[in-house]
């Protein structure tokens, strides 16, 4: 029993490593339950003892990506602070990989399309990578957290706008631009600006 439990686990593990990274590089609606489970090395009928349907694994592979991502801001802050942070999510290897990347960029049109259960996980998490940015700002009379979801949402614009346009020159000034305009929220009120950074 121990065995079988073991190989269940770890092909429901397998399931949601595969969907996790096909639904950020190729998007929800184009991964399908057959591709997912082929890639995964399993059968089409192995599906159903792990997740009642598709919107299930969504749901949870999007989970999944999000507790990822909070991990990695942490260490990245830990590491050198949110600066930092801001110039490895804007960075020209993040935009190049969405299907290891930020599924908040690579997913949005698609999650505000799906049932309410899965918009409301979605909720529930972007608060767990809000709030841990939000005690990292500088208090200055700002709403910490209003501050966390602006820089949020400039970071996946940016993101998003520099992978609609990657192959042209545009992608690296958008981010560059991006990270100028991200890192500004970080300076308290009446502050000067941060330099700008130069497109690499």
């Known amino acids: 029993m121990r065995y079988e ?7 429901r593990q397998r399931i949601m490593e595969v969907a996790t990274e096909r639904f950020r590089s190729d998007g929800i609606a184009a991964s399908g ?23 299930a694994l969504v749901r949870e ?8 991502q909070a991990t990695q801001i942490q260490e990245a802050v830990a590491a050198g602070g949110l600066p930092m942070a801001i110039d490895a999510y804007l960075s020209a290897e993040h935009r190049d990989n969405p299907g290891h990347g930020c599924a908040s960029a690579a997913l949005l049109p698609e999650i505000a ?23 990292e700002l500088t208090p200055d009379g700002r709403d910490p957290d209003s501050v966390a979801f602006g820089l949020f949402a400039t970071l996946i614009g940016t993101l998003e706008l520099s992978r609609a346009v990657n192959g ?10 991006g990270a100028v305009a991200a890192k500004s929220l ?14 690499s």
Do not use: C
Request: aromatic share 4%; glycine share 8%; charged share 25%.
């Open 113 to 135: 399309r799906e049932p309410v259960e899965t918009r409301q996980v979605y909720a529930e998490h972007l608060l767990k990578l809000v709030r841990p940015v939000a005690a």
């Open 5 to 11: 439990k073991g190989r269940k686990d770890a092909s």
């Open 33 to 55: 339950i057959a591709g997912i489970m082929g890639e995964a090395g399993l059968t089409n009928g192995a599906f159903y003892p792990h997740f009642p349907s598709k919107a």
């Open 168 to 177: 042209t020159e545009l992608s690296d000034r958008i981010l560059a631009a």
């Open 61 to 68: 592979s999007v989970a999944a990506a999000l507790e990822a």
């Open 186 to 199: 970080l300076q308290p009120s009446g502050s000067d600006k941060p330099e700008e950074r130069k497109p």
